[in-house]
């Protein structure tokens, strides 16, 4: 991430992270959850208010179309907690965000433009590849945290407060 903030201009990748999620970014948890918890609102507050500088820092640095995504950001995950959280933003966006660079990549080859069927087969594929990356993601974290979980239940491991939370 922080090579795609520079990229942006953006010197201050953890806290562009944070104002691009509308979260706190923990290491600990590998998970967002569509809902901030009271303690998360109360950072995210906090945060605003004692880095209001540095947020205004970054804002400035980005250019001016990537305003627009803070902006429908901001409606998608308003509009998200309106109708009760019932799908994972951060799935369905990166999703839409993988179908666009496919069909980006697909318009910029050579020989894909001209026949529609090879663009949509790009996209498909590249669609695909990411579906199969974030499932076998998804998995290797279930698998992991079961096995922690096994491993502590059966004693062989003691499992400190931080992974213990983590696997609540």
């Not at 918890?37 to 540095?54: G, I, K, N, P, Q």
Request: proline share 4%; hydrophobic share 45%.
């Amino acid at each position: 991430m922080r090579r795609y903030s520079n990229d942006l201009g953006v010197k201050d990748y953890f806290l562009f992270c944070e104002m691009l999620l509308q979260r706190p970014i923990s290491m600990r948890e590998l998970t967002l959850g569509n809902v901030l918890s009271r303690e998360e609102t109360s950072y995210m507050r906090d945060m605003a208010v004692h880095h209001f500088d540095s947020v205004m820092q970054v804002l400035k640095a980005l250019p001016r179309p990537m305003l627009l995504v803070f902006r429908n950001v901001n409606t998608v995950r308003c509009i998200n907690i309106t109708l009760g959280a019932p799908v994972d933003r951060y799935f369905v966006m990166a999703k839409c965000a993988v179908r666009g660079w496919a069909k980006t990549r697909a318009d910029d080859a050579a020989v894909l433009p001209s026949l529609r069927i090879l663009r949509w087969a790009w996209s498909f594929w590249e669609n695909l590849k990411f579906e199969c990356a974030l499932r076998s993601e998804v998995a290797m974290m279930s698998l992991t945290r079961s096995l922690l979980r096994l491993l502590s239940y059966c004693g062989v491991i003691a499992v400190d407060p931080d992974v213990y939370q983590y696997l609540k």
